[in-house]
């Protein structure tokens, strides 16, 4: 029970300093709503995982490459949940939960590289880069990738976009790609064309990388 407290703790220390491993001990409390929390920034300041500083805990490094390991398998988790196992129920985050604890470290590896590594969870919530997304491994073949990467002929699925200028957004929506349309790769050069249904769109290529979809062939 401890350990998965820690875990939890890590976590939203991680996602309270968005990525730099510090946070208010307040706030961190708030978050989780247990009276224990105190205990468990003792027991992770005896572990070795976090630096106490008046109102404030902060990450060692051991304590910082952890966290950001947890928040890295929860959110890929999130993403496989939502995007190919479709789960969008009000257990969505149990699941999650439930269903991470048994994703060792290669197979979140795996996993990453399946789904075209992404850049955010369902939440828009930045998932943090592994070794794979790094060195771009390319020995297992995406299901999800972003449409920039796939072959003229190519058919995909969308299932999301990374796209936050809300002009593109609706200009992409007005268009017809929208979640769970069905597209196809008409050329890529010298202009990126798709084609859904009867008609052909030209998109630049920007909004091509900012396009997810789940590859059928």
Known sequence: MIEHRIK???EHIWTAGKG???AEMEFISEQ?????????????NRGGLVNLDERKVKLTHAGGEKAELI???HRLAERLIYDVLNIRSDKFE????????F??????????TLLGHPRECPHGKAIPMGKCCKKARKD?????APLSELRQGDVGRVVYTTIKDQDSLDMISGIGILHGIELKVHQKTPTFVLQIGESQIALDGDMV????VRCKN
Do not use: H, W
């Open 8 to 10: 939890e703790v890590l």
């Open 20 to 22: 730099r491993g510090m």
């Open 32 to 44: 989780l709503r247990t009276e224990f929390t105190n205990k468990i920034f003792e027991e992770m």
């Open 71 to 73: 928040t890295r398998r």
């Open 94 to 101: 149990t699941n999650t939960c439930q269903f991470e604890c």
């Open 103 to 112: 994703l060792p470290d290669d197979v979140i590896s795996a996993i990453c």
């Open 140 to 144: 297992i073949k995406a299901l999800i």
């Open 209 to 212: 990388s900012g396009i997810y």
